[in-house]
């Protein structure tokens, strides 16, 4: 069997109808700072020992949710292991702005979760 590489979780993401309404609403109730475009994607600075994360609009096929990502050295790899382990694709392994590869699973259970990678792209 094969390990898994990382496995840390070190990103959040939130998808919102109104990204600006949810900056709002979690820079007021826990202080997190965001900076970036709220048509494209709001960063959110980690506060200490917390880890960093973003709101990004939702779109309708995916809907508003709340996931974290877990850092994997292969996101090719460890999606096609998360399908034959069970989980189903919500979006597949893709090159993103800025060197980040991820794709996106929900679990057995239907939980969304993502996988990614800074500095890589496909072969």
Do not use: C, H
């Amino acid at each position: 069997m094969a390990s898994p590489a990382r496995g840390k979780v070190t990103w959040f993401e939130l998808a919102s109808s109104d990204v600006a309404r949810a900056a709002e609403f979690y820079g007021e109730l826990f202080g997190w700072e965001f900076n970036g475009d709220v048509d494209i994607y709001l960063a959110a600075s980690p506060v200490e020992g917390g880890i960093a994360g973003g709101i990004i609009p939702a779109t309708p096929d995916v809907g508003s949710y709340a996931t974290f990502g877990v850092e994997v050295d292969d996101v090719d790899d460890t999606y096609a292991r998360a399908l034959d382990k069970g989980a189903t694709s919500v979006v597949a392994p893709t090159d993103n702005p800025g060197g980040v590869r991820s794709a996106y699973l929900r679990d057995a259970d239907g939980s969304l979760f993502a996988i990614y990678r800074f500095g890589a792209s496909s072969s």
